[in-house]
Nanobody
């Protein structure tokens, strides 16, 4: 069993920054991929950023240049640095860990509002 926990959400004003963290624990070894998704009210869940086991990264067009994803394998932790946040970034952010199957965290709320 693999457990995934996100942290770091909160409320910020437009233009400010937040850093999200996602930590995986349990029976997980090397070769796993990690991703951030988000779901805004009334919208479908969408991929925000992902990083493979080989540290290849990919971003949604809406966040490219503002968000940065990285991972620390020793800590089994992934981070999402979000800069210049916009109201449209408001959503619940979920972490997904792919290791034989996909494991999801419970999500962390990010609210961007003045």
């Amino acid at each position: 069993q693999v457990h995934v926990v996100e942290s770091g959400g909160g409320w910020v004003q437009p233009g400010e920054s937040l850093r999200l963290s996602c930590t995986a624990s349990g029976r997980i070894f090397s070769g796993y991929h990690m991703s951030w998704y988000r779901q805004a009210p009334g919208k479908e869940r969408e991929m925000v950023a992902r990083i493979t086991s080989a540290f290849r990264t990919d971003y949604a067009d809406s966040v490219r240049g503002r968000f940065t994803i990285r991972r620390d394998n020793a800590k089994r932790t992934m981070y999402l640095q979000m800069n210049n946040l916009k109201p449209e970034d408001t959503a619940i952010y979920y972490c997904a860990v792919v290791f034989q199957e996909t494991y999801w965290g419970q999500g962390t709320q990010v609210t961007v509002s003045s």
